[in-house]
């Protein structure tokens, strides 16, 4: 083997490379997008985003499309802020 072909073989392994790590990232997206956004089907969209990857892209316009869109009847996640606990009233307990 000559240089020539030794520099061919590690090119096409960071080709190789690349195209796997972009497989993996464009798969966990559209999970990671539904869950900054809370939504409440975060998973099953982190599903659908495997599964859309797993088919070579006919699942991918799904899963970004509900990743960014909100069930009926539910306000936007900036408008569904987690209400803050009250503390328990122990007083009648110490007794």
């Not at 956004?37 to 899963?63: D, E, F, K, S, Y």
Request: with cysteine.
């Amino acid at each position: 083997m000559t240089a020539l072909d030794v520099f061919a073989l590690i090119v096409l392994f960071v080709l190789l490379a690349s195209v796997v790590g972009i497989w993996v990232v464009l798969g966990m997206l559209p999970g990671r997008i539904a869950r900054q956004r809370n939504h409440p089907q975060a998973q099953a969209i982190a599903v659908c985003g495997w599964w859309g990857v797993i088919t070579l892209g006919i699942l991918m316009p799904v899963a970004f499309i509900w990743a960014y869109t909100n069930p009926r009847g539910l306000s936007p996640p900036e408008e569904r802020a987690p209400k803050p606990e009250e503390p328990e009233n122990n007083e009648g307990a110490a007794r």
